[in-house]
């Protein structure tokens, strides 16, 4: 089973995706892919699904007036965060649209540079979320732009790699794979996904640039993407959720924004309880 995050797609859209899909939720925000029609939930199912309902998005993402920052290299040192902030990275081939959705995430989708030239984004950028919790957002070098050199687009991965490596899972809290809803994943982003579970770094896809599918086509994208990952999950790390979105339009975008809150939420609270520990411990020796 997986489930599909929409938000505000046009009603030919819904109708598609029902020849898919269950809605799971009354207000049509959380569908389901695998469940027979008209068969009963689970108890467990049902809150599973609750689980991944809203959590302090202002916490981390700020209001609406609040807009996130692009954190330059300078400012860090030229070396990665050392402030321990929760991270999540965004990674994608070249030109699906990753610096305009981190953008959006945070307030504003002309925050980020962007190229009509796929494969500008050459190096990690960090931004800041904005919101009273320190927060980064990750924007990962693109990959698979077949017009760059063999060798630039192995200096990439390799980039990629040594970022997803580096990072202690506590402050690389997730990950987010962006493919492109007119396509099916491709062989690279197969690449991709194994990365991320070679590494044990928690990841989901996000099926971006909604409003330019056609409903038939995303309906078809959507269900094989779903067959896809059921068939990683034997030793994947990548969460059986996928969302649809749209930064033009912002289909899906408060959804998104939920779902990544949650990971840093989650780590908030084991940091809080890591504390509390300590305490204990330390007043338990005294």
């Not at 938000?7 to 959380?30: F, K, S, W, Y």
């Not at 940091?271 to 338990?284: F, H, I, N, P, T």
Request: aromatic letters at 6%.
């Amino acid at each position: 089973k997986g489930f599909a995050m929409l938000r505000g797609l046009p009603e030919g859209v819904l109708r598609a995706l029902g020849e898919a899909c269950l809605p799971i939720t009354e207000d049509g925000t959380m569908w389901m892919s695998g469940a027979l029609r008209g068969s009963p939930m689970s108890a467990s199912l049902v809150r599973e699904a609750k689980a991944l309902r809203r959590r302090s998005v202002s916490e981390v993402f700020g209001g609406r007036a609040v807009v996130g920052r692009y954190v330059a290299p300078k400012t860090l040192g030229y070396e990665l965060p050392t402030a321990g902030w929760p991270e999540i990275a965004f990674a994608g081939r070249s030109n699906v649209g990753k610096s305009t959705l981190v953008g959006t995430l945070l307030g504003n989708a002309r925050l980020c540079r962007r190229s009509k030239t796929p494969g500008c984004t050459t190096t990690i950028n960090f931004f800041e979320t904005g919101g009273p919790v320190g927060t980064y957002l990750v924007d990962l070098p693109g990959f698979g732009y077949a017009e760059r050199a063999d060798d630039q687009q192995a200096d990439w991965k390799r980039v990629m790699l040594a970022y997803l490596s580096a990072r202690d899972r506590s402050i690389l809290r997730h990950a987010c794979l962006l493919v492109d809803a007119r396509r099916r994943l491709s062989p690279i982003d197969l690449e991709a996904l194994a990365a991320f579970s070679d590494l044990q770094v928690s990841h989901h896809v996000v099926l971006v640039k909604a409003d330019l599918a056609k409903p038939p086509d995303l309906a078809a994208t959507l269900v094989d993407t779903f067959r896809t990952l059921h068939d990683l999950q034997a030793r994947s790390t990548c969460l059986p959720v996928v969302h649809l979105v749209s930064s033009k339009l912002g289909w899906g975008i408060p959804q998104l924004q939920d779902y990544l809150t949650s990971f840093v939420v989650d780590a908030l609270d084991t940091k809080r309880d890591q504390r509390r520990e300590r305490r204990r411990a330390l007043a338990d020796d005294s």
